[in-house]
């Protein structure tokens, strides 16, 4: 059998700016270019999230649509509406870059999700950039 996926598309807005204390001024201008612009810029991330797995014999689902819900926006309300690096935590000590984050959001989704069931995400920072990471097909 092939394997079924869930997918649903969540949002958050949320002020960032690259910048890596073990880089000079200089170099992280270079690299970072505007994205290093000292007060930090905004964008409205998109996020596809997908869980895969043994479908429940009495419900005929991977898991409920409220339960998925309810631990994703319990993650993103703690970034949401927020500058990453001086509001969360996790971002005051680690670079939030689209790759930094989508490694924290799946993280603490596989932490906090029923186990195993998390199998893809997708981040949209702009139109035309995005981070991805996932398990392989099982
Ligand atoms: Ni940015």
Known sequence: M???GLGRIYWFSAAHRLHSPSLSDAENFMIYDKCNN????GHDYK???TVSGELHPE??????LAELDR???????????KH??????FFKNHIATGEIIIQFL??????RLPRNLLYHLKLWET???YFETGRKNR
Do not use: A, C, F, R
């Not at 419900?59 to 409920?64: C, D, E, L, Q, Y």
């Not at 631990?71 to 509406?81: A, H, S």
């Open 106 to 111: 799946w993280q603490e989704l596989n932490k």
């Open 59 to 64: 419900t005929g689902m991977i898991m409920s």
């Open 127 to 129: 139109n035309n950039n």
């Open 84 to 89: 990453l690096n001086k509001e969360t935590e």
């Open 38 to 41: 000292i007060n930090g810029h």
């Open 2 to 4: 092939p394997h079924i």
């Open 71 to 81: 631990v994703v926006n319990d993650l993103l309300k703690t970034m949401d509406y």
């Open 47 to 49: 996020l596809e999230v």
